[in-house]
Each structure stands twice: as structure tokens, then as C-alpha cells.
């Protein structure tokens, strides 16, 4: 029997891990949502082990209200903090990091700042407000979602220049883990950022101008990897994600690993 919490739980990976999590009814999980609006396939999925909770990461009073909410009900403990919320700015044509147009810096600006600020500084909030319970849970497993796009090898092999603003935020959340696994090694805390695959996780069709976008993408990841056939599900994703979160120690705290384990294979 474990405690789960998951952020950005509505939709996406987020969903599913509260999906899977949830099949075992001896668990408890609570999914975090930036807001009840947006909630109804929790709400659909109608597990009585899953707590739906309110909080945006990016808001200190509510992360707290949840975590206090998370308390009554185990009585004080946390076994797994999943930091799954990011932000991800998918409507630019072009976010290289001179590839804004001429006279919009206050553009680029916004997307390095509203990235920092969920993907980094959120991520931070989220695991103070819920660090004391899990200093007291069995398990004692923050999982931070990050992507391969912060990962400075891939970067170069590929030649892949855009999505600027999202990549660095993840390549420094990987450092916001790495000094919690630091602080926490000898507590036995295991901290671990793991990048989910390339996940279809759109919820609708994409416009002619998104799957144009994709579809170079694409172009890029084969240059890495030329057998790549494209995303998976999130259902394939968690699986494989889970498999590497259970055998996961603390000898290897603060590592930043693909959902096969891997620091290279990120496809
Ligand atoms: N999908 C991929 O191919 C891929 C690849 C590499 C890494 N990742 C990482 O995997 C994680 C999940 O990805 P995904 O594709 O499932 O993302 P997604 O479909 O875009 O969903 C993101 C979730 O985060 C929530 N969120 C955003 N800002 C938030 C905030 N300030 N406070 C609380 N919740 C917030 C969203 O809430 P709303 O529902 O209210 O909008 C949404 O539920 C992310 O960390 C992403 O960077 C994904």
C-alpha cells in the first residue's frame, strides 16, 4: 500500500499515472489540477482511492493547502511525489532563441520567464510544500518529469535549435534535482528526473501548421535516431516509467534517465 501525489493530473502522462496507480485500490493517490475545471476525466474515472486537488504549482498557498490535505489523510506521511505539471509553449512558429520576430524580445522574454517559473521554480514549491511527509513515507521517491530536450548531447547531435525557452527550463530542473538528491542522499531520499519518450498526448487534431512543425521535429530526432517510428502512448510511456521508478535506489539518487534508464536513449 502507497501514497501517490501527481501534478498536472488532468490530462496527458499526469492522468495516467493516476490511472495506474489507482488500479491497485489499496493505494492512495491524490491528483493535483491546476484547476477543477478541468478535472472531469478524474472525475469520470470515479476511483474512490484518488483525491482530486486543486493547486497551480506555481502558487505557494495552494501547493500548501493541498499538502495539508494530503496529510489528514495518511496521517503525515508521502510515499511518491510525481512532478509531472509543465509548461510548454506550442504556439510560436519559430522559438530558436533569435528566431523571434524583429521588435517581439518581449516575447522571448515571456516564454523564458513563464517556462522558469512553472518548470523550475514550481517544480521547487511542489517538492518543499511536500517534503516533510515524504521525509515520513516508506517509500521516500520524488519523480521529476523532464525531457531529453535538456539534455545538452542531444541538443548537438540532432542540430535541434527550437522549443528554445521550454529545453533550458527542463536542463535546469535537472540541477534543482540533482542538489535535492545532494541535500537528501544521506536521509535516503531518492530523487530521479526521468524524460517520458516522445508521448502522444494532444487532445485534439493538429493544425497543417503544428503537424508541419512536427513533422520536422521528427526529421531532427532521426538524425539521433533513424529507426525512430514515432511517439508513444501514454500508456506505454508510465509503464515503462514505473519500471524504472521501482528499481530505483537511493545509491543513484539526483540521475536524469529516459523512460528506458538510460542517459542516451531518449527516443
Ligand atoms: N509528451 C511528451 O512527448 C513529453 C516529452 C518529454 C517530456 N514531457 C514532460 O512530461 C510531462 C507531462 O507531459 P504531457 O505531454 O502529459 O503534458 P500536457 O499534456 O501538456 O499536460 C500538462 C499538464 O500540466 C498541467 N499544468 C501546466 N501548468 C501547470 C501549473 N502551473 N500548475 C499545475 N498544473 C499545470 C496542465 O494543466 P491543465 O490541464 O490545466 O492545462 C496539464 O494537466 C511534462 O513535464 C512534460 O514536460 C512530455
Redesign the pocket.
Known amino acids: 500500500m502507497s501514497s501517490y501525489v501527481i501534478?498536472?493530473?488532468?490530462?496527458?502522462?499526469?492522468f495516467e499515472f493516476v490511472r495506474r496507480f489507482a488500479l491497485k485500490s489499496e493505494n492512495t493517490v491524490f491528483a493535483l489540477?491546476?484547476?477543477r475545471k478541468?478535472d472531469q476525466k478524474l472525475v469520470e474515472m470515479g476511483a474512490k482511492n484518488v483525491y482530486i486537488l486543486e493547486a497551480?504549482?506555481?502558487d505557494v498557498k495552494a501547493l500548501k493547502i493541498a499538502a495539508a490535505e494530503v496529510k489528514k489523510v495518511t496521517g503525515g506521511s508521502l510515499d511518491y511525489l510525481i512532478n509531472?505539471?509543465?509548461?510548454?509553449e506550442a504556439t510560436r512558429k519559430n522559438n530558436n532563441l533569435d528566431g523571434y520576430p524583429e521588435g517581439q524580445d518581449d516575447l522571448l522574454e515571456k516564454d523564458l520567464h513563464d517556462s522558469f517559473n512553472?518548470n523550475v521554480v514550481?517544480v521547487v514549491h511542489t517538492i518543499n510544500a511536500f517534503l516533510p511527509l515524504l521525509r515520513r513515507g516508506t517509500a521516500k521517491k520524488v519523480i521529476t518529469?523532464s525531457?531529453?530536450m535538456g539534455d545538452a548531447e542531444l541538443v548537438l547531435k540532432s542540430g535541434l535549435s527550437n522549443q528554445a525557452p521550454y529545453a533550458i527550463s527542463k536542463a535546469a530542473l535537472n540541477m534543482v534535482v540533482a542538489k535535492y538528491a545532494a541535500e537528501y542522499k544521506a536521509e535516503g531520499l531518492v530523487f530521479l528526473t526521468i524524460?517520458?519518450g516522445?508521448?502522444d498526448?494532444s487532445t485534439k487534431a493538429p493544425t497543417p501548421e503544428e503537424m508541419k512543425a512536427y513533422l520536422e521535429m521528427l526529421a531532427y530526432f532521426r538524425i539521433i535516431s533513424p529507426s525512430f517510428e514515432g511517439?508513444i502512448t501514454p500508456e506505454k510511456s508510465v509503464s515503462m516509467m514505473i519500471k524504472v521508478i521501482d528499481r530505483w535506489a537511493v545509491e543513484d539518487t539526483g540521475a536524469f534517465v529516459s523512460h528506458y534508464g538510460n542517459n542516451h536513449q531518449w527516443l
Open positions: 501534478t498536472g493530473a488532468a490530462r496527458g502522462i499526469g489540477v491546476r484547476s478541468n497551480d504549482i506555481t509531472n505539471a509543465a509548461f510548454v512553472t514550481g518529469l525531457s531529453g524524460s517520458p516522445l508521448v498526448t511517439p
